[in-house]
């Protein structure tokens, strides 16, 4: 699920950015450092949409460096559990299939996929209906339910299943 | 009770009887506060009873409803809410003055002025709680539960949702699916075991194998029992609730509709029925307090509705005010000058009644005396009423500029300031717009007018307002 929230940080700047454009690098530099993380309480940082406000900035003894509390807006992405997503498969073994949402990693382990389908190795290993007619491999992009998390302090995993109503293949590369 | 009667709603009550013996035998409505193995105040089944109750009438007003169950208000209320979060009643919010069966007072200007007061008094408003089982979510709600209750017990016993456990057959160590990222290995399609690099087998095939052996086994093995002996009991115990579901399922569902539009329709079945409207309906409608803030568009209904009820109501208010009638002035009112009938002196009483009940079909016999006396009366009245109208202008020509100050004044001031300035001339006039009353003496001289101010009268309690901004007219033409 995608928030849009406020957080802060504080951002650690050398000397060297000090002048007209202190703002900017501030700024620069928070995108550099903030975007694509992840952190368990709020999820990944998709993108950061504003600054609310910059604070004073406080020197650092010895070193120079100048500590700025920087409020900013940003888009997050947590999942939770039960949610439903819509994944891009990544890899697929006998043990089940990895799928990507976005920056999230989910695992869907044979027994959530439903018993009709069976796991085909070869050079595309592929899980497959008994008639051939839904076939789920590398790129297939899957509707799949979340059913379990691991939030760790710096990244979130995610077990699946598309063994449910209105969830599996959505569209199959395969095919199109 | 119209509703009541019709056949298509028999199942629905038999749906809602038996889903309430199924999931709400056992709800209690005790406070946690309250201590669990007191005896008296168990009321187990008591949503139940609710349940019953309410399938045997449509909307109710929620205090008339714990009176009828004999449990207080609170109690009803909690039950109440837990139905509406399971979504099986509608609940309707209504403010409305306290004292709503309160009878209007007879008796001309008086009665209107006293109508003045009892309007502040009764606009304090209380919010009434009305509710109804709304049989169309019912249906949908039971069915839903029925899923879920089947689903979960599937799910488990498919060991569907439950997050995958692999074991390493050489170093026994445990994983779950979520480290399945750790797991993979880039030479084959299987998970290894960090430690030992052995081939990981999911937890589920292993017991497959092996025999069923130490207590974790065995304790996951009695609980799928439970689990199936559980589903089959809830097939077992809910098939008379499902067969009911089924039954119901091509039935067209009742209707009862939002609280106003029941309200109207039963009034309008009341009445049919009956043919004697109380006067208080009439007057709870007329007030249009009751309402309270709502929409135009039930205002609009309520026109036809009352316009209707209207007809009858004077009927209503004569016979049970017939002590006081409405058109008697009291005689510390009656001023030298005033344009005033005999009736309105108290001197006809008798003939007016007829006159204003020449509409019934009962008073038809004496229609045509009434009618004539109506003829004199009218003369009467226009003689009356011109000398009046002379009076007047010399008066207001004396005191033109304050007058007219004071009626603006009292205009916005209210009812009972504006009734006390008013001229002689003047008060004859605004009765004239107060319509209920005024029938019989009015229906000659300016028949445009009355019909107009009268059908204004009976609409909202507006009228005393536009009768006076009448009056405003006519003090400035004189």
Known sequence: MFFHIVLERNMQLHPRFFGRNLRENIVSKLMKDVEGTCSGRHGFVVAITGIENIGKGLIRDGTGFVTFPVKYQCVVFRPFKGEILEAVVTMVNKMGFFAEAGPVQIFVSNHLIPDDMEFQTGDMPNYTTSDGSVKIQKDSEVRLKIIGTRVDATEIFCIGTIKDDFLGVINDPANA | ?478
């Open chain 2, 1 to 478: 009770m119209s509703m009541n009667t019709t056949i298509s709603v028999e199942p629905f009550k038999r749906l809602v009887k038996l889903a309430a013996r199924a999931f709400y035998d056992d709800v209690s409505t005790k406070g946690e506060n309250q201590s669990k193995n007191n005896a008296r105040g168990d009321n187990k089944g008591i949503a139940v009873v609710v349940l019953d109750a309410l399938t045997r009438r449509p909307w109710v007003n929620e205090e008339a409803l714990a009176k009828d169950l004999k449990i207080h208000i609170k109690q009803l209320r909690r039950v109440l809410r837990l139905f509406e979060e399971d979504k099986l009643l509608t609940r309707a919010h209504r403010k409305e003055t306290a004292k709503i069966t309160k009878k209007p007072n007879g008796g001309g200007a008086d009665g209107q002025k006293r109508f003045g007061r009892e309007d502040d008094k009764n606009n304090k408003l209380h919010t009434h709680s009305y509710c109804c089982l709304d049989y169309a979510q019912i249906y949908d709600v039971v069915r839903y539960r029925l899923h879920r209750m089947r689903k979960m017990i599937k799910d488990e016993l498919e060991n569907n949702n439950a997050v995958q456990q692999y074991i390493c057959p050489n170093c026994g160590r445990r994983y779950n699916a979520l480290d399945a990222l750790r797991l993979i290995s880039l030479v084959d399609e299987y998970f290894h075991c960090e430690n030992c690099e052995g081939v990981l087998v999911a937890e589920s095939d292993k017991l497959a194998a092996q025999e069923g052996g130490d207590g974790d086994d065995n304790a996951r093995r009695r609980r799928r029992e439970k689990l199936k002996d559980m589903l089959q009991n809830m097939e077992v115990q809910l098939k008379p609730l499902m067969d009911q579901l089924s039954r119901v399922k091509d039935l067209p569902i009742p209707e009862i509709g939002s609280l106003q539009a029941w309200q109207l329709h039963e009034h309008a079945a009341g009445r049919a029925i009956n043919g004697d409207p109380s006067s208080d309906d009439q007057f709870k409608y007329s007030q249009g307090s009751g309402y309270g803030g709502t929409p135009m568009p039930f205002l609009g209904e309520t026109k036809v509705e009352v316009a209707f009820a209207g007809d009858e109501s004077k009927e209503g208010i004569k016979s049970e005010s017939s002590s006081a009638s409405l058109k008697v002035l009291p005689p510390w009112m009656i001023k030298q000058g005033m344009n005033l009938t005999k009736e309105q002196r108290g001197e006809v009483k008798k003939e007016s009644k007829m006159d204003s009940s020449s509409a019934a079909v009962e008073f038809s016999d004496e229609k045509k005396s009434a009618q004539e006396n109506d003829d004199s009366i009218k003369e009467e009245y226009v003689k009356a009423y011109y000398a009046a109208l002379l009076e007047q202008q010399r008066q207001a020509e004396e005191s033109a500029k304050k007058q007219q100050e004071l009626s603006q004044t009292s205009m916005s001031n209210g009812l009972s300031e504006s009734a006390s300035n008013r001229q002689v001339g003047k008060k004859a006039k605004r009765e004239e717009g107060e319509g209920d009353d005024d029938v019989e003496w009015d229906e000659a001289p300016i028949e445009g007018n009355t019909s107009e101010s009268y059908r204004l009268n009976d609409l909202n309690d507006e009228a005393p307002a536009s009768g006076e901004e009448d009056d405003d007219i006519d003090w400035e033409e004189g």
